[in-house]
Every structure is written in structure tokens, then in C-alpha cells.
């Protein structure tokens, strides 16, 4: 009777299950590639407006501070998005002709809102309060990025629960003094550019963020870790 | 040892194998059911009704993805119901499977040559039924996966302090080692049906399966240095799954649920149950395929007498479980005892102690524990006793605990009917297809069996 299978397939086989390993630890990495990726979470990518609003111009260039805009953002959980109003204060008097601004003018004349493509998007079932973290020291750029340097808008995290964590794990890694919040050129500190803080100088952020925990009574990660801390 | 085609005790003791069989007759026997027999009429039937009930099940299973576990007849305070109780059953149901493979096979029991083979496909379908329940009953079964622990973008590991987590562990464990198990004991069977195939294509699937078993004395020696190891492996899980199945209540602390009698009783629950099912099988399947002279009333009286004295141990269970209720003069517990007897579901409670208490000790006597039309009508009422005792478990417990206020019934609807049913159905179609196209009594094994294999050892 002839073989079934050829010589070469004692081969075949063994390199196939060889392989295998491989393969399927190639797919597992793959998967978590693929997960953290700008595919998945948009970090990085600009999402179309319905008027180009370029943060780079309104804060580096004309230098307006976060809160003109954002009112709510020391009171509340929602940094609040500006009406209508907001934008006329200015643009009654510059660019009033401009056919950029003319989404705008129509909301104000036809009293509905211009409808934003919201960029930080956490999930509904994530409670998030921007007061609680200004009033504990982290920067808007720590999360949001160097905003002023964005001509459009894009989310600088992943908004995955990892990016969340790695700060609630640690928060005196990020911790910088309440005045720096809205800085949005706030250097961490180091031997050559100290950070002056209650008559002390830090000159590293592991003694500056250890002060600050206990300086806004931070409370412990055990704490800020608990599942109900953002699943309520 | 004696010649196991001898009986061993008198003429009461039937053999393992009826006498007058060569290796080439058993080999015949057992592959021609897979190679020349023919599709039966009645094949046909069952694996036909077992297909549609399993498309039933698919049909139950694409609405709850659809629409949720509201569904189901579960609510607060019964949030287990069905999935829960048939989870526990069918992973039950599995246990005698490794129980036969692997301790009787330690244990040098050679009448579990003929049956271990199909006990262990068994238990491979019912750990997939079980396995079904608890990613069916998850809010967002799509997200199933998150009850691993890989290192995944929520940087958090699921919560080792939990039993439900022990569980998968427990389950996924127990069926990979029930597949491996259960694949390496076919190597040489399916090495066998290569070489008598006649069909190309079965020969090369059969040829692939086989992984180039020759049967040389060199594959022999480390083959069955390899199952020596699975049996091991798989011994202490004959204990373990059930152990932990069981914590999913006993970590509790609901009345009823919070025991330390739990594991125990459970891993002879499902030894119980197990038994149960592989006399249901192997009934009608020696019977159709006129295997009587390999599954013999040794091997249904053996499994009659497993049933028989872990059902007093499941007893004991009941009895203790009552007592301490009594006992330990905890107003909770007695109430739960109180419950069972006269509350909502007393008539179930009653029942389950008549299917798995009393009707089983007809299993003391010989005339009706050799009978097998009775045998196979006491490990229905047994499988339905089981099923029973886990729905008291679950549900009993979970509609009245300490507060009269968070009181509540649990009725089950059509969709947890029809999800029971299905796997039923399905676990009917895997086992239809199993006997069709593997050879389900161990030919190898069988041929150690022959007063021959013996002689060749001596010499």
C-alpha cells in the first residue's frame, strides 16, 4: 500500500506546530497594538469642527486664559463648552466679515447652538470631574496636551482605563502647584529650574509631588483607585 | 491478575469482555462501526433531532445577544437562576468522564477500557454545554475575555479574591486537560482507522489526526509514559473542579450557601450525576450497535454500584446540611431549612429527595442493578434529581435571604427553557457525530483485555 503522506510531511508538521507559537503570540501582540493604537483610541487625530477653531491661535497667539472660555472647568464636573456669546465678544468687533466666522454669526442670529464634535470623549460609564483635579494640581496639559500648540483640536491621551490609571496609581508624578494649572508652558521641576513653592525650592518633581500630595490632602491610591472612584 | 474473560467471583461476576474475541475481531468490531457501517435510519433521527435543537439554542442565544438577560426569568434577588443551575449540572455530568479515564485508570480497573472512550467525549460535550451558561448569563458575553487575566488596556487584573474567577480557571483547565487527554487515548485508534480506511479522504484526516503513530515499541513506551502523566494531571481535577464550582456558593454567605460540607458534597454530586449519564449512553448505544459482549452487565453493575454509594454520600450531604441548619440555631438557616420543606418550592425540594434519596436504592439489589431498562430509567430520574438539587441551591437560597423586604420568586420563561433544551439537543448532536466518526470503545485498550496480551507479557 502506498504512504498516505509524502516524507517531507514529517517536516511540514513540525514546523507548523513550531510555528504556531509564533503565530498566535504574534496575533496577541498584534491585538494589543492594534487596541492602543490611533485607530482605536483617535489620540493624535484631528476631528473635523464646524468652524476650524484653532486653540494655538486664541492661547498661544492672543494668550486668553483656558477659563475664558471653559467657565465651569474650577466648579464643576464639566469644563463647559462656551455659548455663542462667548465667540461675539470679540468677533462682533475683528473678523466680523469673515466667511470662516459665518457659522457663527448664524448661530447668534438663529439662536442654535454650533454643534461641536466633542474630542475628549470619556465613556458614559466613567464619572470624570475636571474640579477635583485642578483643585489637586494637575495641569490642563497633562491631559489635554500642549493645547496651544494644537491649531485643531485632537485628544493627546488614549482615554484608555491604563492612561487613567498610570496617573491614579502614582498622581505625584503629575502634581504641579495650583497657580501652574493653566500654564500651559509649566516645566516640571529640575536642579536647573527649580520650582518655588511656600518659601521651599524643589528642584525635582518626586519631593515636589510628595509635598503637593500631602498639601492638597491627595487622598491615597488605594482610594483613587477604587472601582467606584469612576464607576459610580 | 486473573484472566479478565474469566469470571473472577463465581459465575455471579460478569467478565469484561465476553469471551471467544481475537485482536482482529475486536479491532473489526469497533472500526467498522466508523468505516463500513452504514448511516442508519435511526442514526439519522437522532443526530437529526439533536441538530435542530441545537439550532433552537443558537436561535435562544442570537435573541439574548440581541436583547439582553432581561429575557430570562432572572431579577433581584434570584440574579442565577437557570444559567447558574445548568452550569453546575452539566460540569457535573462531566466529572465521571475523568473519573472513569483517569483514577480507575490509576487504580488498575480494567473495566474502564471499554467504557473510558466514550465517558470521555462525554465529558469533553457537557464541560461545552457548562461552559456555555456562565458567558451566556455575563450582561456583555462579547467581553467574555476580560475574565482572563492578560495584560490588557485597563491595566487591571480581574479580581483573584473572587471565586467566579477560581471558576474560569477551573473550568478552562479542566477541559483543556479533558481534550488532551481524551486526544492522546485516540492516537492509536486513529493510527488504526488510517490503516483500514478506504476512503482517501478519510484516510489522510484520520493519517493527520494520528500524527505518524507508527506503533513502534518506542512510541508505545513513551505513549504511555504520556498518559500515565495526563491520568495524574487529571486526577486531582476529578476533586478540584467540583471544589470550586462549589465555592461559587460556599465563599457566600446566604443560608444554605455558606457550608463547609459544600465541596465534598458536590464532587459526589457530580460523580453521582456523571455515573448517571454514562449508563443513559452506554445503555442504547451497546444495545443499537450490538456491543453487549465489550460493554457488559459488568461494567453497568460497576457503575450502578458508584451511582449507588456516592448517592449515600450526597445523602450524607442533605442530611448534614439539615441537621446544622437545626443544629446551629442560627434563625437564618433554620428558616432556609423551614423554606425548603413548606415553602414556595417545597414540591421540588420533595421531589429531589425522592430522585436522588429514595428511588436510587433499588440500586441495592442485584436482580433490578443488573436490569438495564431499570438502570437506565434510575440515572434519568437521578440526572433529573441533580438538576433538581441545584435549582434548590441556587434558587431557594437567593429568593428569601435576611430581609423580608428584598423577598422575591423566580419563574423561569420560554428563553431559559429553550437554552436548557438546546444544550441538550446539542450535546446529543456532538455525541450522534462522535460515535459516526470516532471509534467510541478504545480498540487498543480492548485488546489488552485478551488473555493473549497477558501471554506475551509473561514471556
Partial sequence: MAQIFHRSTNTISRATIFGAVFIVAFLFWAAAQVQRSPYVTYAGVVRPQPVPFSHQHHVAGLGIDCRYCHTSVEESRFAGIPPTKTCMNCHAQVWTKASLL?????????????????????????????????????????????????????????????????????????????EQVFNMRYQQPSSDNPVLLDGRSFSDQDSLGTYLVTKYKVRTVADITSCDTCHR | MDDPTQATRGSRTAPVIEPGYT????????????????VSNGWLVGFGVGFLITMMLLYAMGYLFLRGVGIWGVNIPVGWGFAIVNFVWWIGIGHAGTLISA???????QWRNSINRFAEAMTLFAVACAGMFPVLHLGRPWLAYWLFPYPN???????????????????????????????????????????????????IIYGILAMGWRGSARHWKRYETA??????????????VHTVVSFDFAIAILPGWHTTIFPPYFVAGAIYSGFAMVLMLAIPIRKFYGLEDFITQRHLENSAKVMLATGLIVAYGYAMEAFMNWYGGNPYDNYLLWNRLHGPYAPIYCALLFCNIVFPQVLWFRKWRTNPGLLFLVSFVVLVGMWLERFIIVVVSLHRDFQTSS???????????????????????????????????????????????KEVKAE
Avoid at chain 2, 483514577?103 to 480497573?109: M, T
Wanted: hydrophobic share 45%; with cysteine.
Fill in chain 2, 23 to 38: 485482536f482482529a475481531t475486536i479491532t473489526d468490531k469497533i472500526s467498522s462501526i466508523v468505516l463500513t457501517r452504514p
Fill in chain 2, 103 to 109: 483514577i480507575l485508570l490509576l487504580l488498575r480497573q
Fill in chain 1, 102 to 178: 459665518e457659522p457663527v454669526r448664524e448661530s447668534l442670529r438663529t439662536d442654535k447652538s454650533l454643534v461641536w464634535t466633542r474630542v475628549n470623549d470619556l465613556p458614559d460609564f466613567v464619572y470624570f470631574d475636571h474640579s477635583i483635579h485642578i483643585h489637586k494640581g494637575v495641569g490642563c496639559d497633562t491631559c489635554h496636551g500642549p493645547v496651544d500648540r494644537m491649531p485643531m483640536m485632537y485628544n493627546y491621551g488614549s482615554l484608555l482605563m491604563e492612561w487613567c490609571l498610570n496617573c491614579h496609581r502614582a498622581p505625584e508624578k503629575n502634581l504641579r502647584p495650583r
Fill in chain 2, 407 to 453: 423577598w422575591g420568586m423566580y419563574y423561569p420563561t420560554k428563553w431559559d427553557w429553550m437554552t436548557y433544551i438546546g444544550t441538550l439537543g446539542f450535546f446529543m448532536a456532538a455525541f450522534f457525530l462522535f460515535i459516526r466518526i470516532l471509534p467510541m470503545i478504545s480498540i487498543f485498550e480492548m485488546r489488552t483485555l485478551l488473555p493473549e496480551a
Fill in chain 2, 153 to 203: 488596556s485597563m491595566n487591571y487584573w480581574p479580581q483573584f479574591r473572587s471565586p467566579l474567577v477560581w471558576d474560569v480557571f477551573a473550568v478552562s483547565t479542566y477541559f483543556t486537560i479533558s481534550l488532551v487527554f481524551w486526544f492522546i487515548g485516540l492516537i492509536p485508534d486513529l493510527a488504526t482507522l488510517r490503516d483500514r480506511a478506504e476512503n482517501k479522504w478519510a484516510a
Fill in chain 2, 227 to 240: 498518559y500515565l502523566l495526563l491520568a495524574g494531571l487529571a486526577t486531582p481535577l476529578v476533586l478540584s
